[in-house]
Structure formats: structure tokens, C-alpha cells
């Protein structure tokens, strides 16, 4: 069906993700560190990216300004993920991010909110 990127540095949530979106047809390409996530996508030419906001090297936020800036990435929607409460305002006006999850999240919430977004591609 789709190729989604996913960008946590929380091994145990790669995981979830994968075990629920692979089964369902999805190809999944995990990432757990900012950095190198720009070049990864631009080669990898994902449907979706379900990206962490707090990640070691490049943050999410800065990863998501790196996507809207450029003319091929900025059209992959972004579904942005934290555990911090209210961040879903700072993201409210970004083009490119089509949802937000706050973790912990339901299994039901994951399959909406890609299902959702994928639609948008």
C-alpha cells in the first residue's frame, strides 16, 4: 500500500508502529535519530512520515521546517508524535503536517490518523 518513514527514537514505539501498519500492507522504514532523516527521505520518496519531535541529533520540529522548505519533501505529510502535552498548537499552521498523535496513543488512533493522512498524498 504505502511506504511510511518513521522517525522515534523509542525503539519499543518503531516496533508498535511496524506491527500494526506491516500487517495491513504497509512498508516500513525506521529511522531512530534525527540526523540523516532529510537525505533518507528524499532517497526512500515516502508516502507519510510519522515523525517524533524529540529525537537526539536534528529535533522534529527542525526536521518538519526541513521537509516544508523543500520543493519534492514538503509535499509528503508529516504526522508529528510527543509525549509533551500542547504541542500540537505549534504545528497547527505547517502545510505539511497533516495530524498529531500524543503518546502514549491507542493502536485505533494510529490506524486513523494514517489512514486520514495517507489520503492527503
Known amino acids: 500500500m504505502a511506504k511510511i518513514l518513521v ?4 525503539e519499543m514505539i518503531c516496533d508498535l508502529i511496524a ?8 512498508d516500513i522504514l525506521i529511522e531512530t535519530e ?3 532523516v ?7 520518496n515516502p508516502d507519510l512520515v510519522l515523525l517524533d519531535i524529540m529525537l537526539p541529533g536534528v529535533d522534529g520540529y527542525s ?9 519534492d519533501l514538503k509535499k509528503i505529510p508529516i504526522i508529528m ?12 499552521t505547517a502545510p505539511n503536517v497533516a495530524s498529531f498523535i500524543s503518546k502514549p496513543f491507542s493502536v ?14
Open 19 to 26: 506491527s500494526v501498519l506491516e500487517p495491513q500492507g504497509h
Open 7 to 10: 522517525v522515534d527514537d523509542e
Open 108 to 121: 485505533a488512533e494510529l490506524i486513523e490518523k494514517v489512514t486520514s493522512a495517507l489520503k492527503l498524498k
Open 81 to 92: 508524535m510527543t509525549a509533551k502535552s500542547k504541542m500540537e498548537d505549534v504545528f497547527k
Open 38 to 44: 532529510v537525505e533518507i527521505a528524499k532517497e526512500a
Open 34 to 36: 534525527g540526523s540523516g
Open 63 to 71: 526536521l518538519q521546517n526541513q521537509f516544508s522548505e523543500d520543493a
